[in-house]
């Protein structure tokens, strides 16, 4: 592209990109730095976005998707997700369509431009490798087919871009490679396995941190000022933390695509898929069932202000206000006694519902709110009955 020298040109030339035969704005774009293998030097080992785009900024994917043109990269708009190379030659393309906008100070210059910007000067004076950097687009919500496009959703869910549960993850497993993880770098396992003797003879084989498919939450997302990680293993990467959240170490452990909406004391396991809302204590060693963990596919959320007591099992939806005490396992199959006035009281918070009886299995009391489960200690029975406690987290912690 020719140097674009004001904005009403530059928004003429966005027009005429945008009608070409086929086009169509991108759900998802970024610029990527690829880890590469150490034996297979074309495959992706990790992609590291500095910024990405979710369902915004259609000007910059139109610029790019240009400049891919113009280095013989035509885009198929048909595809769920197209992953390409990118080169000097692009950036400056790239580069000559934002100069209306470069003259801008540099922390005021948009996202976009300064990724652009700051690349193409890094690899002017250090050069690159064919396939280190490359640039991502999502067209539509589908099932993952690459690593770059699967790292491109997870920091959109770890940087509160789309919901919790809202975007479709399926074929990341199958995308992602397991790898050994060393000071955040991804290596090859099969590259350890080759060379193993001579690294350990030359006392250089890597001290491997964890395997895994997923990187750690803090090597990819800078999380707000009031939030606490005081383990790095304890949150994978696509995992969501609201601001003022804290994750205790020990038997806390946050999943991908699972996650908290507010200040939220974690001291115990929220699964894949679980979400639990503000003001609300996950206790130590509680576990929140994912959905491969006997829920029946159905995805757990807590409400406010819950309680999760130390190592209780929780395997239904919660509503505000509850309660599970200590150790007890609250299943869907459950057997729960509400004794009548108990049930009286709990239907004057939950309004919505009808129920009758004595004893009810533990899904039928899915997603109600002020509930109190308890275990008698001298017959064994579990019990709910009406929570009178509020939970209120000590607000100089979060």
Not at 113 to 139: A, D, N, P, R, W
Request: negative net charge; aromatic residues 8%.
């Amino acid at each position: 592209m020719e140097i674009i020298q004001t904005s009403d040109e530059f928004k003429e030339l966005i027009s005429s990109i945008k009608k070409t035969k086929g086009y169509r704005d991108p759900l998802a774009f970024g610029i990527a730095r690829i880890d590469l293998g150490q034996l297979n030097i074309d495959k992706s080992l990790q992609a590291t976005y500095p910024i990405i785009n979710w369902d915004e900024n259609f000007g910059s994917a139109a610029i790019f998707i240009q400049a891919l043109k113009e280095q013989g990269i035509d885009i198929d708009f048909t595809q769920s997700e197209v992953v390409c190379n990118i080169n000097l030659a692009f950036l400056k393309s790239c580069l000559n369509a934002f100069t209306p906008y470069s003259s801008e100070a540099y922390g005021d210059m948009h996202k976009n431009i300064q990724v652009v910007s700051s690349l193409y000067t890094q690899l002017v004076e250090h050069g690159m490798v064919e396939g280190e950097y490359k640039i991502t687009f999502i067209f539509d919500d589908a099932p993952l087919k690459s690593v770059e496009a699967s790292y491109l959703k997870l920091y959109a869910i770890s940087l509160a871009k789309v919901g919790l549960r809202e975007i479709c993850l399926d074929g990341a497993f199958g995308a992602l490679p397991n790898v050994a993880w060393s000071n955040g770098q991804p290596i090859e396992l099969d590259y350890l396995r080759e060379f193993e003797i001579e690294l350990k003879l030359a006392n250089e084989y890597p001290h491997i941190d964890f395997v895994d498919k997923f990187p750690r939450f803090l090597q990819h997302i800078i999380p707000a000022d009031n939030t606490r990680i005081l383990d790095t293993s304890k949150v994978r990467f696509g995992a969501q933390l609201a601001a003022g959240t804290t994750v205790m170490p020990g038997a806390s452990y946050i999943n991908f695509n699972a996650g908290t909406t507010g200040s939220v004391m974690v001291e115990g396991r929220i699964s894949s898929s679980a979400i639990v809302g503000d003001g609300s204590d996950i206790g130590g060693g509680a576990s929140i069932l994912g959905v491969l963990s006997g829920t029946d596919g159905n995805p757990i959320s807590i409400g406010k202000n819950t309680l999760l007591g130390a190592n209780c099992v929780c395997g239904i939806p919660l509503g505000d206000a509850c309660i599970i005490d200590a150790g007890l396992a609250i299943l869907e199959g459950t057997k729960v006694g509400i004794y009548p006035k108990e049930l009286k009281k709990i239907m004057e918070v939950n309004t919505n519902a009808k129920m009758e009886g004595e004893i009810f299995k533990a899904k039928q009391l899915a997603n109600f709110s002020g509930l109190h489960f308890r275990q008698n200690s001298m017959t064994g029975e579990i019990t709910a009955s009406r929570s009178t406690r509020e939970i209120k987290l000590n607000a100089d912690l979060h």
